[in-house]
């Protein structure tokens, strides 16, 4: 056998095998659909330096760029985030679009914390990829955990200051590049963000913790007497935080009066209770970029200055 051809035989398996890997993965996640860059014309028939952004399945519009502007289609991405999941021993767990399309995510499963709390909770964590077709946002990645005890999620975008943006003008040897040290930054702030929690689970809640957590996630000030909430506040907001309130004390019943205890009835809220929008995927948009996700990221930040 001529082993040159072997070799080019064994080549070209391999790339159809990795093509058919991501056409299943796409299908599997419901990316399985293009962005087209349509040219934008005055209404005399100029072309302007504008294109839209356009689904190819649906026609819908996602966004109007300026010439510069390089789409990353899904399958680009599917295909990072395959190439990411070989390098560190993850597997694609789920993916989806929000909005339309108009933003995209896949979940990368990784392993799972335990022992957090009175109730010893389980807690398994997915680097999450998400992306715009909409210039919202460059691709990125932050870490997510999920608590197998009550259903919350916990979202935590990546925030080095090392890490480096992955640009849709980028090749794909940079993006993976860039997403590896972006992967390697999320692991170090994972460490310290399950020591936090770990670190939570010892410490004691008070009045005041409560009343500060609800303070600066809702503004709204409980300590107030019942006839001054109802002078200060809407009843929209007043009833915002009882039902804040009673997510923070279904919590605790079972996790302990710690400060755990106070972080998951936030969560708790978050992931099960506030409003988000009213679309396919609309709690998910809201949790990992969206009012749920700044809420989280609010009170995780005040109980980090706690235990500090």
Known sequence: MNTQFSSIDSLLSSIESTQASSISTLQEVGLDWRV????LYTPDGTPVDYFANQRADNSEVLAVVSDGYQIFQNEEMVELCESL????DYKIH??????????VYIQLESDSVYGIGENNDTINRYITAVNSHDCTTSLSFGSLGFTISCKNTFFAAARSKNMSRIRHTSSMHERIEAAKRQIEGLKM??????????AMA????????ITEVVKRTLEIDINQRPNELK??????KINLAESLLSSIKREMSYKGNTLWGLISG??????????????AEGRTESKLIGQAQ???ATAFAYLSEVIA
């Open 36 to 39: 087209n860059r349509v040219q």
């Open 85 to 88: 999941a070989n390098t560190f």
């Open 94 to 103: 789920k993916g989806g679009q929000m909005d339309g399309g108009r933003k």
């Open 189 to 198: 702030e994972e460490k310290s963000l399950y020591e936090k929690f770990f």
């Open 202 to 209: 010892n410490v004691a809640v008070t009045p005041q913790h």
């Open 231 to 236: 002078e200060n506040y809407s009843t929209r």
């Open 266 to 279: 936030v969560t708790h809220y978050t992931s099960h209770v506030q409003s988000a929008p009213n679309r």
């Open 294 to 296: 700044k809420m989280d």
